[in-house]
Protein backbone atom coordinates (compact mmCIF):
# COMPACT_ATOMS: atom_id res chain seq x y z
CA UNK A 1 0.00 0.00 0.00
CA UNK A 2 2.77 2.39 0.93
CA UNK A 3 4.71 1.76 -2.30
CA UNK A 4 2.31 2.09 -4.64
CA UNK A 5 0.77 5.47 -2.97
CA UNK A 6 4.42 6.75 -2.87
CA UNK A 7 4.54 5.81 -6.92
CA UNK A 8 0.61 7.62 -7.63
CA UNK A 9 1.92 10.52 -5.56
CA UNK A 10 5.32 10.86 -7.44
CA UNK A 11 4.18 10.11 -10.64
CA UNK A 12 1.29 13.40 -10.02
CA UNK A 13 -1.57 11.50 -9.62
CA UNK A 14 -2.15 12.27 -6.16
CA UNK A 15 -1.90 16.12 -5.54
CA UNK A 16 -1.61 17.91 -2.59
CA UNK A 17 -4.24 20.28 -3.07
CA UNK A 18 -6.92 17.82 -3.37
CA UNK A 19 -7.52 17.70 0.57
CA UNK A 20 -8.12 14.13 1.85
CA UNK A 21 -7.11 12.53 -1.54
CA UNK A 22 -4.33 10.67 -0.09
CA UNK A 23 -6.05 9.46 2.56
CA UNK A 24 -8.67 8.23 0.20
CA UNK A 25 -6.41 6.41 -2.13
CA UNK A 26 -4.48 4.52 0.80
CA UNK A 27 -7.75 3.15 2.04
CA UNK A 28 -8.79 1.94 -1.35
CA UNK A 29 -5.69 1.02 -1.98
CA UNK A 30 -5.58 -1.31 1.94
CA UNK A 31 -8.89 -2.99 0.68
CA UNK A 32 -7.54 -3.74 -2.28
CA UNK A 33 -3.96 -5.04 -1.26
CA UNK A 34 -6.20 -7.12 0.78
CA UNK A 35 -6.60 -9.38 -2.18
CA UNK A 36 -3.06 -10.34 -2.82
CA UNK A 37 -2.49 -10.58 0.71
CA UNK A 38 -4.97 -13.12 1.16
CA UNK A 39 -3.63 -14.93 -1.16
CA UNK A 40 -0.44 -15.12 -0.63
CA UNK A 41 -0.83 -16.06 3.18
CA UNK A 42 -3.11 -18.72 1.98
CA UNK A 43 -0.64 -20.44 -0.17
CA UNK A 44 2.00 -20.00 2.00
CA UNK A 45 -0.57 -21.85 4.62
CA UNK A 46 -0.79 -24.58 2.19
CA UNK A 47 2.54 -24.90 2.18
CA UNK A 48 2.63 -26.03 5.73
CA UNK A 49 -0.45 -28.35 5.23
CA UNK A 50 -2.82 -26.39 6.71
CA UNK A 51 -6.44 -26.94 6.27
CA UNK A 52 -8.16 -24.15 8.88
CA UNK A 53 -8.01 -22.07 5.61
CA UNK A 54 -10.75 -20.02 7.16
CA UNK A 55 -9.44 -19.17 10.25
CA UNK A 56 -5.98 -17.91 8.42
CA UNK A 57 -7.79 -15.79 6.02
CA UNK A 58 -9.89 -14.13 9.20
CA UNK A 59 -6.30 -13.36 10.91
CA UNK A 60 -4.87 -12.33 7.95
CA UNK A 61 -7.68 -9.67 7.64
CA UNK A 62 -7.22 -8.14 11.59
CA UNK A 63 -4.03 -9.12 12.80
CA UNK A 64 -2.48 -5.87 11.76
CA UNK A 65 -5.06 -3.61 11.65
CA UNK A 66 -6.58 -4.91 14.66
CA UNK A 67 -3.69 -5.12 17.15
CA UNK A 68 -2.28 -1.61 16.48
CA UNK A 69 -6.35 -0.31 16.86
CA UNK A 70 -6.24 -1.83 20.52
CA UNK A 71 -3.01 -1.01 21.49
CA UNK A 72 -3.29 2.81 20.51
CA UNK A 73 -7.19 2.51 22.51
CA UNK A 74 -5.55 0.95 25.57
CA UNK A 75 -2.75 3.37 25.26
CA UNK A 76 -4.84 7.00 24.54
CA UNK A 77 -7.25 5.67 27.83
CA UNK A 78 -4.59 4.87 29.93
CA UNK A 79 -2.98 7.74 29.38
CA UNK A 80 -6.14 9.76 29.61
CA UNK A 81 -7.00 8.08 32.52
CA UNK A 82 -4.06 8.25 34.48
CA UNK A 83 -4.17 12.66 33.60
CA UNK A 84 -7.64 12.77 34.93
CA UNK A 85 -6.96 10.71 38.11
CA UNK A 86 -4.11 12.71 38.95
CA UNK A 87 -6.06 16.30 38.77
CA UNK A 88 -7.59 17.23 42.36
CA UNK A 89 -11.22 16.03 42.37
CA UNK A 90 -14.18 18.74 41.51
CA UNK A 91 -15.30 20.27 45.16
CA UNK A 92 -19.35 21.14 45.44
CA UNK A 93 -19.34 25.06 45.70
CA UNK A 94 -21.15 24.66 48.98
CA UNK A 95 -21.41 22.01 52.04
CA UNK A 96 -24.11 19.71 51.64
CA UNK A 97 -25.48 17.47 54.11
CA UNK A 98 -24.25 13.59 54.96
CA UNK A 99 -27.47 12.57 55.73
CA UNK A 100 -29.93 12.45 52.90
CA UNK A 101 -33.13 14.36 53.65
CA UNK A 102 -36.72 12.81 52.72
CA UNK A 103 -37.34 14.15 50.00
CA UNK A 104 -41.07 15.62 49.89
CA UNK A 105 -44.20 14.67 47.72
CA UNK A 106 -43.69 16.49 44.74
CA UNK A 107 -46.25 18.15 42.28
CA UNK A 108 -47.44 16.18 39.20
CA UNK A 109 -45.83 18.54 36.96
CA UNK A 110 -42.55 17.68 39.07
CA UNK A 111 -42.63 13.98 38.11
CA UNK A 112 -39.37 12.83 36.49
CA UNK A 113 -41.30 11.64 33.41
CA UNK A 114 -43.01 14.38 32.57
CA UNK A 115 -40.59 16.88 33.30
CA UNK A 116 -38.03 15.17 30.72
CA UNK A 117 -40.55 14.66 28.28
CA UNK A 118 -41.45 18.56 28.33
CA UNK A 119 -37.77 19.10 28.56
CA UNK A 120 -37.01 17.58 25.30
CA UNK A 121 -39.78 20.10 23.30
CA UNK A 122 -38.00 23.20 23.14
CA UNK A 123 -34.44 22.03 21.76
CA UNK A 124 -36.08 19.83 19.43
CA UNK A 125 -38.60 23.20 18.11
CA UNK A 126 -35.20 24.80 17.79
CA UNK A 127 -33.66 22.03 14.91
CA UNK A 128 -36.79 20.51 13.41
CA UNK A 129 -37.12 22.80 10.65
CA UNK A 130 -33.33 22.12 9.71
CA UNK A 131 -33.86 18.89 10.36
CA UNK A 132 -36.42 18.47 7.47
CA UNK A 133 -33.39 19.19 5.37
CA UNK A 134 -31.02 17.30 6.62
CA UNK A 135 -33.04 13.96 6.19
CA UNK A 136 -33.84 15.24 2.63
CA UNK A 137 -30.18 15.54 1.79
CA UNK A 138 -29.56 11.98 3.60
CA UNK A 139 -32.30 10.14 2.03
CA UNK A 140 -33.69 11.74 -1.23
CA UNK A 141 -30.06 12.38 -2.08
CA UNK A 142 -30.03 16.03 -2.38
CA UNK A 143 -27.26 18.54 -1.86
CA UNK A 144 -27.31 20.91 1.06
CA UNK A 145 -25.26 23.89 0.95
CA UNK A 146 -26.31 26.07 3.73
CA UNK A 147 -23.63 25.19 6.63
CA UNK A 148 -23.57 28.36 8.02
CA UNK A 149 -27.12 28.70 8.87
CA UNK A 150 -26.56 25.06 10.46
CA UNK A 151 -23.93 26.49 12.10
CA UNK A 152 -26.25 28.78 13.45
CA UNK A 153 -29.20 26.50 14.39
CA UNK A 154 -26.55 24.06 16.58
CA UNK A 155 -25.38 27.31 18.31
CA UNK A 156 -29.13 27.74 19.15
CA UNK A 157 -29.39 24.36 19.99
CA UNK A 158 -26.73 24.77 22.78
CA UNK A 159 -28.08 27.22 24.05
CA UNK A 160 -31.54 26.06 24.16
CA UNK A 161 -30.55 22.99 25.77
CA UNK A 162 -28.52 24.81 28.24
CA UNK A 163 -31.30 27.13 29.42
CA UNK A 164 -33.76 24.32 29.44
CA UNK A 165 -31.84 21.91 31.72
CA UNK A 166 -31.00 24.53 34.63
CA UNK A 167 -34.55 26.05 34.48
CA UNK A 168 -36.04 22.69 35.16
CA UNK A 169 -33.12 21.70 37.18
CA UNK A 170 -33.76 24.97 39.37
CA UNK A 171 -37.62 24.36 39.77
CA UNK A 172 -36.64 20.43 40.92
CA UNK A 173 -34.26 22.18 43.68
CA UNK A 174 -36.86 24.60 45.14
CA UNK A 175 -39.18 21.62 45.59
CA UNK A 176 -36.40 19.86 47.74
CA UNK A 177 -35.83 17.17 45.13
CA UNK A 178 -31.78 16.46 45.33
CA UNK A 179 -31.93 13.99 42.61
CA UNK A 180 -31.02 15.81 39.91
CA UNK A 181 -28.26 14.23 38.01
CA UNK A 182 -29.67 12.04 35.48
CA UNK A 183 -33.31 14.10 35.30
CA UNK A 184 -30.90 17.09 34.42
CA UNK A 185 -29.01 14.83 31.71
CA UNK A 186 -31.97 13.48 30.16
CA UNK A 187 -33.95 16.81 30.53
CA UNK A 188 -32.68 17.90 27.28
CA UNK A 189 -31.42 14.55 25.92
CA UNK A 190 -35.32 13.24 25.49
CA UNK A 191 -35.57 15.70 22.35
CA UNK A 192 -33.57 12.53 20.73
CA UNK A 193 -37.09 10.53 21.34
CA UNK A 194 -38.80 13.35 19.60
CA UNK A 195 -36.25 13.62 16.72
CA UNK A 196 -36.89 9.43 16.30
CA UNK A 197 -40.38 9.88 16.06
CA UNK A 198 -39.80 12.40 13.43
CA UNK A 199 -38.08 10.52 11.32
CA UNK A 200 -40.45 8.04 11.53
CA UNK A 201 -43.27 10.56 10.56
CA UNK A 202 -40.97 12.30 7.36
CA UNK A 203 -40.70 7.90 6.51
CA UNK A 204 -44.39 7.60 5.95
CA UNK A 205 -45.20 10.84 4.57
CA UNK A 206 -42.00 11.78 2.31
CA UNK A 207 -40.16 8.50 1.56
CA UNK A 208 -41.78 5.78 -0.60
CA UNK A 209 -39.84 2.99 0.77
CA UNK A 210 -41.83 -0.36 0.61
CA UNK A 211 -39.37 -3.08 0.86
CA UNK A 212 -39.08 -4.14 4.61
CA UNK A 213 -35.12 -3.94 4.53
CA UNK A 214 -35.04 -0.65 3.20
CA UNK A 215 -37.41 -0.07 6.28
CA UNK A 216 -35.84 -1.40 8.66
CA UNK A 217 -32.25 0.06 7.67
CA UNK A 218 -34.29 3.56 7.48
CA UNK A 219 -34.82 3.06 11.21
CA UNK A 220 -31.59 1.17 12.58
CA UNK A 221 -29.52 4.23 10.92
CA UNK A 222 -31.85 7.02 12.48
CA UNK A 223 -32.14 4.96 16.12
CA UNK A 224 -28.29 5.21 15.64
CA UNK A 225 -28.46 9.05 14.81
CA UNK A 226 -30.94 9.70 18.03
CA UNK A 227 -29.02 7.83 20.42
CA UNK A 228 -26.08 10.08 19.03
CA UNK A 229 -27.97 13.24 19.78
CA UNK A 230 -28.92 11.96 23.39
CA UNK A 231 -25.21 11.59 23.95
Not at 52 to 65: A, G, H, R
Not at 90 to 99: L, Q
Not at 207 to 222: A, D, E, Q
Request: aromatic residues 22%; glycine residues 8%; contains cysteine.
Amino acid sequence: MILVTMIFAALGFLSPSNRGGLMTAMLLLWVFMGIFAGYASARLYKMFKGTEWKKITLKNSFYVPGNPLCYFLCLECTNLGYVGFKKPAIEDPVKTNKIPRQIPEQAWYMNPFFSILIGGILPFGAVFIELFFILTSIWLHQFYYIFGFLFLVFIILLVTCAEITIVLCYFQLCSEDYLWWWRSYLTSGSSALYLFLYAAFYFFTKLNITKPVSGILYFGYMLIGSYAFLC
